[in-house]
């Protein structure tokens, strides 16, 4: 069982940035086994439904943004040290919200993306974000 580990979360005034990371742990995973692994990241605020924010390629050659967060977040991937990451800037207010990422194991692929939760394999526990006004 593969567990996602979030971190970099936090409190920011609005305009400002943030830099989440997610790393695989809880069993050994290989960077061979990272490199097969198509990445998203999804966020889910109070009251609200699990919303898609981010996906990246096995690969990292293929990427994709919900456009609320288009030209501010970006995903990015480290194969190499089998790290996830968000930077998010210009943050503002409505982004407020647990943030999670996600991995889906596709060995016969390296170029797709998934934008549905259903797609994906394993979640981590969430990393908060707040942005004040």
């Known amino acids: 069982q593969v567990q996602l580990v979030e971190s970099g979360g936090g409190s920011v005034q609005a305009g400002g940035s943030l830099k989440l990371s997610c790393v695989p742990s809880g069993r050994t995973v290989s960077a061979r086994t990272f490199s097969i692994s198509a990445m998203g990241w999804f966020r889910q605020a109070p009251g609200k439904e699990r919303e898609f924010v981010a996906a990246i390629s096995a690969d990292g050659g293929t990427t994709y943004t919900a456009d609320s967060v288009k030209g501010r977040f970006t995903i990015s991937r480290d194969n190499a040290m089998i790290t996830l990451y968000l930077q998010m800037n210009g943050l503002k207010p409505e982004d407020t919200a647990v943030y999670y990422c996600?991995?889906?194991?596709?060995?016969?692929?390296?170029?797709?993306?998934?934008?549905?939760?259903?797609?994906?394999?394993?979640w981590g526990q969430g990393t908060q974000v707040t942005v004040s006004s």
């Open positions: 996600a991995s889906a194991e596709r060995f016969w692929t390296s170029t797709l993306i998934y934008t549905q939760p259903q797609d994906y394999d394993y």
